[in-house]
């Protein structure tokens, strides 16, 4: 079926984070493919937008991160409630909270409703990343290093394109192989999910740590919208107010067999 024939999946909600414009680990061509194939009632931009970080040490600004950016204003004039809400490496915008731009609110943090009648605390996450908070040197060192792990896992997917391979994410196998790392994710869901807890609320989404997860914590259900730079992943909220992980890289790699529309009919 050809592209312009693909018939759009329609969500009540989309939360998308860690996109990364203006760094090359950012997977904008993905992230428009997603972005032309969905259509919802509300979208969050849950921080990370941006690299303001990457983008002070150099300009890298190519055509597809352009055609990102004009998708979700075009979304903003035609209806669709897009919200952003800044994160650490696109902190800079933090300081229009409350402001509106070409129909794109800036926020600090949301409370969403689901249509079941749920409270969703939604922030990006970097309030309780203790790294950040205590040593933003040490957080800085740590992007470093993670930029040069997302320049190895560029070219091992330009390899493996060459090979008709579908996309695979080498720093997302890293961080389930490194048990320090795991220790680190697991417990960063769990302080998040203890704010959900004290604000009163049934649940948090957020972003921050690139790991798309949905897990439960007493009465509190954790959401991570994941990333475009290593899953390639977004949470969406169904009509009918069921929550699911979106991993579109598979979604895009099933395209290519058969059962290509029994997998979007899941996702739908």
């Known amino acids: 079926m ?3 024939e693909r018939s759009r999946l329609h969500f009540r909600t989309i939360w998308i984070s860690d996109i990364h414009l203006g760094t090359k680990g950012c997977n904008a061509g993905m992230l428009v493919d997603f972005l032309d194939s969905v259509d919802s009632d509300t979208l969050y931009l849950v921080g990370d937008i941006v690299d303001g970080w990457q983008l002070k040490k150099r300009v890298y600004w190519p055509t597809a991160h352009n055609d990102v950016v004009w998708r979700i204003m075009k979304r903003a004039r035609r209806g669709t409630r897009v ?3 800044p994160g650490n490496h696109d902190e800079i915008f933090r300081q229009f909270t409350g402001m509106s731009f070409g129909g794109v609110e800036i926020r ?6 689901t249509v079941d009648g749920r409270k969703l605390l939604v922030l990006h996450g970097d309030e309780f990343d203790a790294i950040m908070l ?3 040197w040490l957080a800085v060192v740590g992007d470093a290093a993670y930029t040069a792990l997302m320049a190895i896992n560029r070219r091992v997917n330009q390899a493996r394109r060459l090979l008709g391979m579908p996309y ?3 720093s997302k196998m890293a961080k389930h192989k490194v048990k320090n790392a795991v220790a680190f994710i697991s417990r960063f869901e769990e302080i998040v999910a203890h704010e959900a807890e004290r604000r009163h609320v049934d649940g948090v989404v957020c972003g921050h740590i690139h790991t798309a997860e949905i897990r439960q914590f007493g009465d509190i259900t954790y959401y991570n919208d994941g990333d475009w730079v290593e899953g390639c992943t977004a949470l969406v909220e169904h009509h009918d107010g069921r929550m699911e992980i979106l991993h579109w890289a598979d979604i895009m790699a099933a395209r290519e067999t058969p059962e290509t529309d029994q997998l979007l009919e899941l996702a739908a």
């Open 168 to 170: 695979w994410s080498l």
């Open 134 to 136: 205590a040593h933003r």
């Open 83 to 85: 919200i952003y809400i």
């Open 2 to 4: 050809a592209r312009g």
């Open 108 to 113: 600090r943090k949301m409370i969403h409703t």
